[in-house]
């Protein structure tokens, strides 16, 4: 019997592939979950290299109906769900002005609604008690400018941890946030592209932070790891900045 199963949304790249190679790592069964097959299919490659079962979930987790199939087919095929790390994310520039309606509902669909989707579907199939971990971000925290409908997002998922931390207190569920800063990912990767200098716009992201530097997927799969474990069995309704001091200032 694996040791635990756990499912990563948005687990393709970044901090979601940073975590499911993590948790392969500790010999767990990890259900990729992303929209991109082929990058997907890679990961799980790399999670049986690291030690860990695991298979590829193409789910737009901003459908219910795809999300509840998802629970089931991690539970058909290993019997129990222990972890949840809703880490899917999109991204767009603009403020309240600028953005458009379709742009905010397609963000909050993604960030929002797919993390409470899962949510809603995968507690009930933790019959032995699981913990969520919600992919937040310092962008959940403080007023960012030109990024409001990301912003928007990212403060709600801070919500819906405290809240569910809650409700869920009694069945054996622990509920966690982790709000990374500026990670390098190919979201950030793609957002400095299209900035008009994509150096300068790398320092100013650097700059800010008394650590002078963006942060690694690998340090943030390491938070989201912690979180999940049995070390932090007293932990529930945390959220936890990594963000390089930004947010302390």
Request: net charge negative; glycine share 10%; proline share 3%.
């Amino acid at each position: 019997m694996v040791p635990r199963v756990v499912i990563v949304t948005g687990a393709s790249q970044g901090i979601g592939r940073a975590a499911a190679l993590a948790f392969a790592g500790e010999g767990a069964a990890v259900a990729v979950v992303d929209l991109d097959a082929e990058r997907g299919q890679s990961v799980v490659t790399e999670a049986a290299a690291a030690g860990g079962e695991a298979m590829l979930v193409a789910t737009d987790i901003s459908d219910e109906q795809q999300v509840r199939a998802l629970i089931e087919q991690v539970t058909e095929r290993w019997g129990r769900l222990d972890v949840l790390v809703n880490n899917a994310g999109v991204y767009a520039q603009a403020d309240a002005v600028a953005t458009s309606l379709e742009t905010w509902q397609r963000i909050l669909a993604t960030n929002l609604t797919g993390a409470f989707l899962c949510t809603k579907y995968a507690a009930p199939a933790m019959a032995d008690g699981g913990v969520i971990v919600n992919v937040s971000s310092e962008a959940g925290l403080v007023g960012i400018g030109g990024q409001v409908a990301y912003n928007v997002s990212k403060g709600g998922l801070i919500s819906l941890t405290q809240s569910c931390a809650v409700d869920f207190a009694d069945r054996g569920i622990r509920v966690n946030a982790v709000c990374p800063g500026t990670t390098e990912t190919p979201l950030v990767e793609k957002a400095l592209r299209e900035s008009a200098d994509a150096a300068a716009t790398r320092r100013e992201l650097e700059e800010v932070r008394p650590l002078n530097r963006l942060g690694q997927p690998e340090e943030i799969a390491s938070a989201i790891v912690f979180a999940a474990s049995p070390d932090a069995g007293y932990m529930t309704g945390a959220v936890i900045s990594i963000d390089g001091g930004y947010t302390a200032r």
